[in-house]
């Protein structure tokens, strides 16, 4: 069913090709951040199921209108190599991870929970909700929405709308190719893929880190792809990908504030001779800039309006709690373990290889005593990897770059490799003032060091170097017979040094979940279809201290929102203690077994233990729990 949603999606970016004259990466960026933003305004509104309908449908008339009264301009899009090559891989897609179920802790603990919300409740997900982090910005999945068709929605279906996601922005990277380019459209897909596997986190997860580099890179490239007499209009369009950027994740928001910045310097230098002539083009330039701005802190400050109206509790590390910290205003928690941060940072920063491998593949995420485990030798670290983006940045600007592009790729690199330093001294401080044992190091890092990757190849292909017939830039024919081998050269060099690993992006069977889940999920099914929208208290003790198994659960009852009780000593607590803790609930489910905890509830409930099932009420002004039934049809009944 998800691969029917590529319709209205061609629909509507041969539509915005045409209207609007864009090339077919251009467009394909724009609409998909545009949907994003139209289903954000739909959530905002209450709306969401009827805007999804509304794109759908209008999109396949969009289809069907491009294809009956503009066949020949659909049929030269429809047959491009971004699009053949788009298409391709989202029909190939399913054929490998069809079945693929979600594996990982975070997709178990928010992401797939915000899913399972928003598919539920027609909305977005409330204060009340299971997922560990009500205050995400909803942006990637609200595109998953988009592809969500049943309930609860298909795991591979929310993967298949992910990878989507991931190849849209990037379809930049084979704008300008023929299909004579055979070499390079397979070492572009190569260096995508070879990406997504040792820089990020594969092709079959809902991590967002991955999605917030992609479309840092890909909005990037399609503004350094853009001819440089497209009108202010066509450049306006780049606040639709900042501000979809922004509600990506809270980084995608830093993101989203500084390429405009790059984006107005790219622009003067474009317009130099201009400006010399006329102090409008300055003028407009900071129109511009002032738009792309205003677009992603729009939508952060609307998002973050909305929480807070619900009661949404903040984490520390977001975007208020890290201008505590530019400003001053934080202070360390803990100085003597602020100074091991430091310690811990300089050593990862140095010398820990930043290119996964198969320790990578064992572990959610990383800390620092795993650091002995990646021993992989002649790897780059994260300093040395950006040593080479600026060593290689050098060469490509002022040895292998024709005189009109030194400039503008110049700024471009330099800009971006700025833009990964700030991210990289935030995370820093991150550490030091939030976060302990830099868990996680090596995913955010690749959040800066994936884009780089990207844009370090970018120079050479294509797309960025006047061999569009819509592009003004012209080039050296001696650099027009070297770039496929520097490109080969480096792209052959970098599969060398760093091993390509591509576990990340095949089917995890992951038999012993499977099991697993398969057991918790007929159990949460009862308790979700009983309890329905009430609030429900669960015993469930465990020794793990990732409490995967709580978590898990948590995702198989939502949207019902659920409380789990992990500690094994609750029962020793006084009787009103107990009701207490139960007073804010509506049903009481205790699944663990236990002599001590069977005489709490004898006393508490009285007569036989049952289903183990029980309601909170209240009776002549008291607060009592009493026996209900799993097996009653209508959600909230005591019978």
């Known amino acids: 069913m998800e691969l029917l949603v590529l319709l209205p999606l061609i629909g509507w970016i041969t539509l915005w090709k045409r209207i609007l004259g864009l090339s077919l990466s251009s467009a394909a960026l724009h609409v998909v951040s545009a949907i994003i933003l139209v289903l954000f305004l739909g959530g905002l509104a209450g709306q969401l199921p009827a805007m999804r309908l509304v794109l759908l449908l209008a999109g396949t008339v969009a289809l069907i209108h491009e294809l009956a009264r503009h066949r020949n301009q659909f049929l030269a899009s429809l047959s491009s190599v971004p699009m053949v090559v788009f298409l391709v891989l989202c029909v190939i897609y399913p054929l490998i991870h069809g079945g693929s179920e979600f594996r990982y802790y975070d997709e178990f603990s928010h992401w797939g929970i915000n899913l399972r919300d928003m598919v539920a409740l027609g909305g977005f997900w409330g204060a009340d909700t299971n997922s560990m982090h009500p205050t995400y910005p909803p942006g990637i999945t609200l595109w998953q929405y988009f592809f969500a068709f049943s309930w609860p929605p298909k795991e591979s279906a929310a993967y298949f709308a992910q990878f989507t996601l991931l190849l849209a922005p990037v379809l930049v990277l084979f704008q300008s190719m023929s299909w004579k380019h055979a070499g390079w459209i397979v070492g572009v897909v190569v260096l995508i893929f070879f990406s997504l596997g040792n820089y990020g986190l594969g092709i079959a997860s809902l991590y967002n880190d991955h999605i917030v580099s992609v479309f840092l890179a890909g909005t990037f490239l399609n503004f350094m792809a853009q001819p440089r007499d497209s009108g202010n209009s066509k450049l306006l369009l780049y606040l639709l990908p900042l501000s979809a950027l922004a509600l990506t994740k809270n980084a995608g928001l830093l993101m989203a504030l500084a390429l405009p910045f790059l984006f107005f310097a790219l622009h003067l230098v474009r317009n130099h001779q201009r400006v010399l002539k006329d102090k409008r083009v300055i003028v407009m330039g900071l129109l511009l800039l002032s738009s792309w701005l205003a677009g992603p802190l729009l939508v952060s400050a609307t998002w973050s309006a909305n929480r807070q109206a619900l009661g949404a509790v903040e984490s520390r590390v977001n975007p208020v709690g890290i201008f505590a910290i530019l400003s001053g205003k934080a202070k360390l928690e803990d100085p003597q373990r602020a100074e091991l941060a430091k310690d811990m940072f300089r050593d990862v920063f140095f010398n820990l ?41 050098v060469l490509l600007a002022w040895f292998l770059l024709p005189a009109r592009l030194r400039m503008e790729w110049a700024i471009g690199l330099s800009g971006m490799l700025g833009i990964a330093l700030v991210y990289i001294g935030i995370l820093y401080l991150t550490y030091l003032f939030y976060r302990a044992n830099l868990v996680s190091y090596v995913r955010y890092v690749h959040t800066v060091l994936l884009p780089l990757l990207l844009v370090a190849f970018a120079p050479l292909l294509p797309a960025f170097t006047g061999t569009s017939e819509s592009s003004t830039v012209l080039r050296k024919p001696v650099l027009a017979s070297r770039r496929p081998v ?154």
């Not at 064992?362 to 670290?381: A, C, G, I, S, V």
């Not at 049952?610 to 909170?616: D, L, P």
Request: hydrophobic share 40%; glycine share 4%; no cysteine.
């Open 353 to 393: 290889q930043i290119s996964k491998n198969e320790v990578s593949g064992e572990f959610n995420e990383f800390n620092y005593q795993l650091m002995p485990r990646y021993d992989d030798r002649f790897k780059l670290t994260t300093f040395w990897f950006l040593v080479f983006f600026a060593a290689w940045s």
């Open 486 to 639: 520097i490109f080969a050269a480096a792209l052959i060099a970098l599969l060398v040094i760093e091993q390509p690993y591509y576990q990340t992006l095949l089917p995890n069977p992951g038999e012993n979940l499977t099991r697993f889940r398969a057991y918790i999920k007929e159990t949460a099914t009862t308790l979700r279809h009983r309890v329905g929208e009430q609030r429900l208290w669960l015993y469930l003790p465990d020794e793990d201290q990732h409490n995967f198994m709580s978590r898990v659960m948590l995702y198989e009852l939502s949207p019902t929102p659920t409380t789990i009780n992990r500690d094994f000593s609750f029962f020793d607590t006084p009787r009103q203690a107990l009701l207490s803790e139960w007073a804010r609930h509506d049903f009481v489910w205790v699944a663990y077994q236990d002599e001590k905890v069977d005489e709490a509830l004898r006393n508490l409930v009285g007569g036989e233990l049952g289903e183990r099932f029980y309601r909170v009420v209240e009776q002549d002004g008291q607060l009592k729990v009493v026996h209900a039934s799993l097996q009653n049809s209508e959600p909230g009944s005591t019978e």
